[in-house]
């Protein structure tokens, strides 16, 4: 079965405009970057059939979702999508039990009770099950939330910073098992995610996008070197502090996007010594708590 995803269309808002032109294979799986406000989350709700205000064509394997030429638009609970938000969506005022079975039970070929609590084990909510939703911290909800679009047995994966609100080993674990996953099920996955980390281990491919265009594309591995040499600053260490281990650094030039580092921003440093032991900074969010802080 084909997996090839066309969209050519534009999406129109006060300030914003989208112009998306992808025509993609999607038996590799995808990623998303670029910075906020690029037109990421808005990409994956037009794949996701979100934004009446989309006009053009949009087409997944043998399936025209959408055509506003011959007014076409398949409602989203037709397109047999899993969707995962970084606000996940759960139903209020029952458990998270109540909600699994529920997804299980929208599912093509419903979902035997075994694969309910292998899915649970392994994305970390089987302590959860009897607790209402309402009471789940923002990483428990996201994590009920992916094992609810993995139970509906999706024909595509859409997932917006999916591990955003856990924390990091939360997110390896989940990350890690999500990729175990996808491997086994050869299912699509197109991810927006700003860590370097869980791009690398769940898309084979990633995108670019920057003022509402996909700007470049390529393998996962490529991006993010390119990316990160982009983003690369020279800068001299004053001072270091072995006991609390922090680093004040001297940047070698001024760059605007320098200039946007607040205290407690994280950023990935390391050792460039064949260029004379200049510290290497590329700014990117990163997954992994231990990172030393730098001023």
């Given at each position: 079965m084909s997996r090839r995803l066309i969209v050519d269309g534009c999406l129109s808002r006060p300030g914003f405009v989208l112009e998306a032109q992808l025509d993609i294979d999607l038996d590799h799986?995808?990623?998303?970057?670029?910075?906020?406000?690029?037109?990421?989350?808005?990409?994956?709700?037009i794949v996701a059939g979100l934004?009446?205000?989309?006009?053009g064509y949009l087409q997944f394997g043998a399936q025209v979702w959408h055509d506003s030429a011959k007014g076409i638009s398949v409602p989203t609970h037709l397109r047999k999508l899993g969707v995962v938000f970084q606000d996940a969506r759960l139903l209020p005022g029952r458990t998270v039990l109540d909600n699994l079975r529920f997804a299980a039970s929208r599912s093509p070929a419903p979902?035997?009770?075994?694969q309910l609590a292998s899915l649970a084990r392994?994305?970390?909510?089987?302590?959860?099950?009897?607790?209402?939703?309402?009471?789940?911290?923002?990483g428990e909800r996201q994590r009920v939330s992916l094992v609810q679009a993995l139970l509906t047995q999706p024909q595509l994966l859409l997932l917006d910073e999916p591990?955003?609100?856990?924390?990091g080993d939360h997110r390896r674990q989940?990350?890690?098992?999500?990729s175990d996953w996808l491997n086994k099920e050869a299912l699509p996955l197109i991810c927006v995610s700003h860590s370097a980390q869980e791009l690398h281990l769940l898309a084979r491919t990633t995108l670019k996008m920057q003022a509402g265009r996909i700007v470049q594309q390529g393998a996962t591995a490529d991006m993010l070197r390119r990316d990160?040499?982009?983003k690369a600053f020279g800068a001299t260490v004053?001072?270091?502090?072995?006991l609390s281990g922090r680093a004040t650094f001297q940047w070698d030039r001024f760059d605007p996007e320098i200039a946007e580092l607040t205290v407690g921003d994280r950023i990935y440093v390391s050792q460039q010594p064949e260029q004379g032991s200049p510290v290497s900074a590329p700014l990117q969010p990163q997954a992994q708590q231990n990172h030393r802080k730098a001023d």
């Open positions: 799986t995808v990623g998303l970057q670029g910075a906020t406000g690029a037109g990421k989350t808005s990409l994956l709700r934004e009446p205000g989309f006009t979902s035997c009770a075994e392994d994305f970390s909510v089987d302590t959860l099950m009897g607790r209402s939703v309402d009471t789940l911290s923002g591990f955003s609100a856990n924390d989940v990350a890690t098992a999500l990160a040499d982009d004053l001072e270091v502090d072995q």
